[in-house]
């Protein structure tokens, strides 16, 4: 098959299942990952199709939103650096604010039992990590708590955040890049996110590089509000100097 053919074919799958992954596309049509990537990338700068985390979306689907479990499972080495090199970023016996995520998750189940900190989270997978931690004095946010994320949102969320300051703010995002911010699919959640980066003094994305350049529904910030982005070396350096240069420090692991 062509490769013209084989993109003309992503396309339809894509359009009929409102996703497609690299892995599977590369099995299906018996090519690399590689090929398959490049396909997609061909099809996002023709407009036909937008890049998303392991794969690509139809245009237009700014809102399409990975479950918990497919979170979880994607980029799990590069998640799992991000989180060891976090660590280095914890208060000494100070407060911080977890936001929901699966990166941040794997930062709440590697803290050390020696750690000390009071910790606030609108995550419940996250509070599930932490609920047993001999040093955590933990403070789980309430609210609506929405399936796709298990994160609480809505008015009760806001007011908490709005009655806090926490030394630190580990926060994630669905994409990040200068051009665009910070963005994700909810705009309830957009909303809680955008409460957390104000009750903290410090803010440290914890993103891997292939939401760079990712560009959601729901816009809560600029790249620019973020002190430090711990990511993998996945990003290219120009591109992690270019953040550099807007203003917040980036660190590549």
């Known amino acids: 098959m062509y490769g013209p053919e084989r993109q003309q074919e992503i396309l339809r799958l894509a359009r009929e299942g409102g996703r497609v992954d690299v892995l599977s596309l590369a099995a299906e049509f018996q090519v690399t990952a590689e090929t398959i990537r490049r396909d997609l990338k061909a099809l996002d700068r023709a407009g036909l199709l937008r ?37 280095a970023e914890l208060p000494a016996e100070g407060s911080v604010i977890l936001d929901a995520g699966s990166t ?37 946010v309430g609210g609506r708590v929405r399936h796709r994320t298990r994160a609480a949102v809505d008015a009760w969320s806001l007011r908490a955040y709005g009655e806090i300051r926490a030394d630190v703010l580990f926060l994630a995002a669905n994409g990040f890049s200068t051009a665009h911010g910070l963005t994700t ?17 410090r803010v440290v994305l914890l993103a891997d590089s292939g939401k760079h350049g990712q560009e959601h529904f729901a816009r ?16 290219p350096e120009a591109e992690a100097a270019a953040i550099e240069k807007a203003g917040t420090e980036v660190v590549r692991v």
């Open 51 to 87: 890049r998303v985390h392991g794969g690509a979306i139809p245009a237009g689907r700014l809102d399409f939103e990975p479950d918990l479990a497919e979170r979880e499972s994607t980029a799990a080495d590069e998640k799992d650096r991000i989180a060891h090199a976090a660590l």
């Open 185 to 201: 699919p909810d705009l309830a959640e957009a909303a809680v996110k955008r409460a957390a980066v104000a009750a903290a003094r």
């Open 104 to 140: 941040v998750a794997r930062l709440a189940a590697s803290l050390p039992l020696e750690v000390e900190l009071t910790a606030v989270t609108h995550s419940l997978p996250t509070a599930a990590r932490l609920a047993d931690h001999p040093g955590i004095q933990l403070h789980l």
């Open 220 to 235: 809560f910030g600029d790249l620019t509000d973020v002190d430090l982005l711990i990511t993998d070396t996945g990003l």
